[in-house]
């Protein structure tokens, strides 16, 4: 009875890999990285990236993450921000996002992190927002980068940048990437969006 137990246990689990691994290989990247994250598809919600609340430096405000194909008309990772509070205005206040990957990806011949960037300048009167990407498994990814404080202005009020972080190449395997929306002296309060997350070859 026991074994009979385990055994469709270890048979469930394998039908959930299966269909798992059929998913994810499917081209768009559920989870995936083939592409990286897009966002486009809502069914996917945020795919998989989601707050790191415990690992949050210096930042106590309200945050809030979703995908959202309303606002710019098509989708992307919507994270709330409320830097309102003084405490939230130091040089480096950190809500981190934090993706546990469900394939490992490997990040041999990779020299950057890129993804679009959209934020409101009406939402602040002061301060600036940086960047960190980091990961806990073997293969370290560890750096900063700023993010341009101003860009490409669109007809719904919000800014364009296009953000870039160089890091030092190495050979492995990641199975987790922690990606941060620094706030930088700011007490900016409302949304900002986050879309087209890839990493870049190499220079
Ligand atoms: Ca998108």
């Not at 059929?22 to 795919?47: E, I, V």
């Not at 990814?141 to 404080?149: E, F, M, R, T, Y």
Request: proline share 5%; charged share 20%; with cysteine.
């Amino acid at each position: 009875m026991k074994s009979a137990k385990l055994c469709s246990v270890a048979a469930a689990f394998a039908a959930a890999f299966l269909v798992f691994s059929c998913a994810s290989t499917g081209g768009s990247g559920g989870g995936g990285f083939a592409g990286g994250w897009n966002f486009d598809d809502p069914a996917k919600g945020t795919d998989r990236w989601g707050l790191a609340r415990s690992e949050f430096y210096q930042y106590t405000g309200d945050i809030a993450i979703s995908q959202d194909s309303e606002t710019f008309g098509d989708g992307k990772l919507r994270i709330d921000l409320d830097f309102s509070a003084p405490e939230n205005q130091k040089d480096w206040c950190e809500p981190k996002l934090v993706i546990d990957l469900p394939r490992s990806i490997n990040i041999g011949g990779f020299g950057s992190l890129a993804y679009d960037f959209y934020f409101d300048p009406s939402a602040r009167n002061q301060g600036n927002f940086q960047t960190k990407i980091f990961t806990n498994t073997s293969a370290p990814i560890d750096a900063n980068g700023g993010i341009p404080s101003s860009g490409e202005e669109l007809e719904n009020g919000f800014t364009h940048v296009e953000v870039v972080i160089p890091f030092k190449p190495t050979k492995g395997f990641i199975t987790d990437l922690r990606l941060s929306i620094v706030g930088s002296g700011t007490d900016y309060v409302g949304p900002v969006f986050i879309d087209n997350i890839r990493f870049l070859p190499i220079e």
